[in-house]
């Protein structure tokens, strides 16, 4: 397999990806943001937390989705993250949707 082989075939998965995430982006209620991975999910609970005088993160989700090129299964019933880098949580505000024109453009 040539690198270009190989470049097209990663730009291929993570194109399938986003189209995934629209799909189904609408389902949830939170992204969440940590520094390895991003998530989708119905329910978040997060907690700081310390252990000797370093503080983390706890986050359990709950009904979520997995931005994961190389996850066969992205829907997950339950994640445990546990992270000592910042987590962000949105909620999904559905006027905010990410929608494409049908035609491809981009209106230019």
Request: glycine fraction near 2%.
């Amino acid at each position: 397999m040539s690198a270009e082989d190989l470049e097209n075939y990663e730009t291929d998965m993570e194109l399938q990806l986003y189209r995934e995430y629209k799909d189904v982006v609408n389902l949830f209620t939170y992204v969440v943001e940590t520094e390895r991975r991003f998530y989708l999910a119905n329910s978040v609970d997060l907690q700081a937390r310390s252990a000797d005088g370093e503080v983390y993160f706890d986050v359990t989700l709950n009904d979520a989705w997995v931005w994961d090129v190389y996850r066969t299964a992205r829907f997950v019933k339950n994640v445990r993250v546990i992270t000592f880098k910042d987590v962000n949580v949105e909620e999904i505000a559905k006027s905010d949707e990410l929608t494409m024109p049908r035609d491809g453009s981009l209106g230019n």
